[in-house]
């Protein structure tokens, strides 16, 4: 089972941007995002369809429908900047899978 | 604080063998199924192998089944990665990460050990 998104994004500062990730799992099973910069550890942003850890910043929000999830960074900053990736279970349930990232240029 | 600190990694032959180590603190390391992410250089991550709580599930890519087997031992807060028959394509960072089980979220990364494999 695969995650698909889109290898590239831009935005303009301040504006709002979403960043899809689609796959027959999503249907299934809950789907979460992270974020990660050059050199570093990812972070998660957002989990369970739109919840976000504690320290996210209130601009990222997140969404599902159907086989498709999606991250929606709204007034994006220049610390934005970065490498997101979906992950969620494959169709099986057993084996977990990451989207190929999108890279987001601010 | 949750901390995961990985170690271990280094630079192998093809065809050997390496062991990762991944040692827990600030959590109850028996609750979470724990799971091994790996990236490549410059490309995206992958997803490696987990092993729930009490080492009962075990799941593995299909890329590196049959080679590579994990272990925790709970009394110790350590999570292992057993590398065999290692390939070039192997090479990258492993990070591991706590995973969540309602919504199956990986909340908490290590900051990775460097595998090169290289002739």
């Known amino acids: 089972s695969e995650l698909t998104q889109d290898p590239a994004a831009s935005v303009a500062l301040g504006q709002t941007v979403t960043i899809t990730c689609q796959g027959d799992?999503?249907?299934?099973?809950?789907g979460s995002w992270y974020q990660q910069k050059p050199g570093q550890a990812p972070v998660l942003v957002i989990y369970g369809q739109n919840i976000r850890p504690s320290g996210i910043p209130d601009r990222f929000s997140g969404s599902s429908s159907g086989d498709t999830i999606s991250l929606t960074i709204t007034g994006a900053q220049t610390e934005d900047e970065a490498d997101y990736y979906c992950n969620s279970r494959d169709t099986s349930g057993g084996q977990r899978v990451f989207g190929g990232g999108t890279k987001l240029t601010v | 604080e949750v901390q995961l600190v990985e170690s271990g990694g280094g630079l192998v032959k093809p065809g050997g063998s390496l062991r990762l180590s991944c040692a827990a603190s600030g959590f109850t390391f028996s609750s979470n199924t724990m799971n091994w992410v790996r990236q490549a250089p410059g490309k995206g991550l992958e997803w490696v192998s987990s092993?729930?709580?009490?080492?009962?599930?075990?799941f593995f890519a299909d890329s590196v089944k049959g080679r590579f087997t994990i272990s925790r031992d709970n009394a110790q807060n350590s999570l292992s990665l057993q590398m065999n028959s290692l390939r070039v394509e192997d090479t990258g960072v492993y990070y591991c990460?706590?995973?969540?089980?309602?919504?199956?979220?990986?909340?908490?990364w290590g900051q990775g050990t460097q595998v090169t494999v290289s002739s």
């Open positions: 990460a706590r995973e969540r089980d309602r919504y199956g979220e990986f909340d908490f």
């Open positions: 092993i729930s709580s009490g080492s009962s599930y075990m």
């Open positions: 799992s999503l249907r299934s099973y809950y």
